[in-house]
């Protein structure tokens, strides 16, 4: 078997113990990673130069063939021209041409050259192939079905007998001349109003209640004041750009907006090229820089990133940003400002809500929850947790949609109707909510959200309270009715006087303190660290991550190894069931099967069949250990 092998291979199923030896995928090279396990995450294409790496080519629709198409030549000398000045504006530029006028594309064989000096009659210059990833447009138009194409329910309106999703056409979530603001502390209440006619009326009838602790200027974010022309603005590893499809920014990860319209102008001349012969522009490749773009109308998404994130991870991160968008702005009222006005300018809505989309980005870069697209539970004894559900069970009062108490971005418990779920994006979104705010610290809170996943068209109205001064333990109480918050309060109060009767706030403190479980106490020698994914309860398990990986650099390669996995194992082209690599500091297996997918950190030294072994083991401790790691069981109404 050669080098290349070795990398990446599938385990043969003689190989395998009983238990997995079904699971295997079939023995091929690795196509993706040539360069074996000292280039995992190199660049897909040997030479990182901009010019040698631009080209296009899109995914026909089902009535054409079904290899992939080349862009006309003249296409492809304007939108190359266009993707090299986007890619040296985020510092691709080492082998910058010196002659401005020779254009630079890449091509598979000849015939492109010719046909180009044909129809363009400019100079050229043949360059190894790379790629630009376009898609054939669905129908325009129909952005709503999109973000709801997987919601929990189709229909919009009456869920069952006792509550209603508020929508835009039944009933106006904050009404047009009253803007009211409630914070209430202990038995104080404060209030205040603004008229409408303070403001105008194409943006008075979208606002919602703006969180208290969020107003704060968009200088006051780090790296505000970054711009293209600043080298520590180059040198981030990943910009998420956000745009209306009129070309006006709305926010970008690091620099100011106002500073950065040249370069999502050129985004924007970039995606208008490709749509005006019906085709979506995905993503390209230019040296180790993937641009990815996300058009979900009537907003722009785009991720310039040389992380070892594929193409769809940081598609996801872009769906994960549209969604925080939508939990302030439903998408309803977000179509319909812009059909009103087309060159409307977001981030007057927007403002001082930059620092969620900033807060979620950090979680995407550290946390597994996002790649995996579950959510990580408390570890706690199995009837306490119980003990904690029948509480909120037993406190529930009619107003109450959901009940959910969650630390440190953990889950604890969930209540929740019957026929109807969270789903684990919505989650990540109140996660977030949470984690970026402080004042809900030091007071009862009431605040609108949307749930995206759940009705993207309408509001839950939270009452955000922490249990205690001292307790991490914050309990959100979702209902529709705006008007509900006494209501609500009195039931949070409540719930906290049962949950101190019973010792469930200092078995929650007691969980917290210990920090989740260490990798030692599954006893697995070798084992390093692993993510562990229950397919049926969408919710994950991993250790406290301890040595190797104590330092900022370490941990970053250990997620990029677990990026890694995920999408070699997930490939659309050639997905696996199960993927072997050693490298030169770790050796990972990422395992997946109908029930679970786990990723599993070993020492270098560790061989196949030890590996399999220890997973094996892990397996039979997580089987042993599921009651305390998971919520088995919800409770419902």
């Given amino acids: 078997m050669n080098d290349r092998m070795a990398d990446f291979d599938v385990l043969p199923a003689e190989e395998a113990p009983q238990e997995i030896d079904e699971e295997f995928g079939d023995v091929s090279d690795d196509d993706e990673n040539p360069g074996g396990s000292t280039q995992v995450f190199g660049s897909l294409v040997e030479d990182d130069s901009l010019a040698d790496n631009i080209s296009a080519s899109y995914e026909p629709n089902e009535d054409e063939v079904s290899s992939p198409r080349r862009l006309p030549a003249a296409a492809l000398w304007k939108l190359s021209k266009a993707a090299r000045a986007l890619a040296i504006s985020v510092g691709d530029n080492s082998n910058e041409q010196k002659d401005e006028n020779i254009p630079v594309f890449n091509t598979v064989d000849d015939t492109l050259a010719e046909e180009f000096e044909a129809e363009s009659k400019e100079p050229h210059v043949v360059r190894q192939r790379s790629w630009v990833m376009l898609e054939r447009s669905t129908s325009p138009g129909e952005g709503s079905s999109e973000t709801t194409g997987d919601a929990v329910f189709e229909t919009k309106g009456e869920i069952t007998e006792n509550f209603k999703i508020v929508n835009e056409s039944e009933e106006k979530v904050v009404v047009n001349d009253e803007f009211e603001s409630l914070v209430v502390t202990g038995n104080e209440r404060k209030s205040s109003k603004e008229s409408s006619e303070e403001r105008e009326k194409s943006e008075g009838s979208t606002s919602q209640l703006v969180r208290q602790d969020s107003l704060t200027s968009s200088e006051d974010r780090d790296f505000a004041n970054e711009d293209v022309n600043d080298p520590a603005w180059i040198q981030h590893h990943k910009h998420i750009f956000l745009l209306s499809e009129a070309g006006k920014p709305i926010y970008c990860r690091y620099g100011s907006e106002d500073k950065l319209v040249t370069l999502m102008g050129v985004m924007q001349a970039l995606i208008s090229f490709i749509q005006d012969d019906g085709d979506n522009l995905r993503s390209i490749q230019a040296g180790d820089h993937k641009f990815v773009f996300l058009v979900k109308s009537p907003v722009v998404l785009v991720a310039i990133s040389h992380t070892q994130e594929s193409d769809s991870q940081l598609l996801t991160q872009l769906n994960m940003v549209f969604q925080q968008v939508l939990s302030v702005l439903t998408y309803t009222q977000l179509v319909r400002i812009f059909q009103q006005r087309r060159n409307y300018d977001l981030r007057r809505l927007l403002s001082g809500t930059e620092k969620f989309i900033d807060n979620l980005l950090n979680l995407v870069d550290c946390e597994p929850s996002f790649l995996l697209g579950a959510v990580q539970c408390l570890p706690l004894p199995a009837g306490v947790r119980d003990t904690i559900g029948s509480i909120l069970q037993q406190q529930r009062v009619k107003e109450l949609v959901f009940a959910i108490l969650i630390a440190e971005n953990q889950l604890i418990t969930l209540l929740r109707p019957k026929k109807h779920s969270l789903y684990p994006q919505d989650l990540h979104l109140v996660f977030n909510l949470v984690d970026a705010s402080t004042s809900f610290r030091t007071a009862e809170s009431w605040t609108p959200i949307c749930l995206p996943k759940f009705d993207n068209s309408g509001y839950l109205h939270a009452h955000v309270s922490y249990l205690e001064d001292d307790c991490p333990a914050c309990l959100l109480l979702l209902s529709t009715d705006k008007d509900k918050f006494f209501s609500l309060s009195g039931c949070k109060k409540n719930i906290v006087e049962k949950m101190k009767g019973h010792g469930c706030i200092q078995a929650i403190n007691d969980s917290l303190a210990r920090e989740s479980y260490r990798i030692e106490q599954v006893g697995i020698p070798d084992l390093r660290h692993f993510v562990y994914k229950s397919k049926g309860t969408l919710q994950y398990t991993a250790p406290r991550i301890t040595r190797p990986y104590t330092e900022v650099e370490d ?70 250990e599921e009651d305390r790691l998971f919520i088995l069981s919800s409770q419902v109404y």
């Avoid at 990422?590 to 399999?612: D, Q, R, S």
Wanted: no cysteine; proline share 6%.
């Fill in 555 to 624: 941990r970053t390669r250990l997620m990029g190894l677990y990026q890694y996995l995920h999408h070699r194992i997930h490939s659309s082209v050639r997905p696996l069931k199960i993927l072997f690599h050693v490298g030169s500091k770790e050796t990972v297996l990422g395992w997946v099967t109908p029930g679970f997918e786990l990723y599993a950190v070993f020492g270098p030294l560790v061989t196949k069949p030890v590996a399999i072994s220890s997973v094996n083991k892990l397996l039979r401790w997580i089987k042993r």
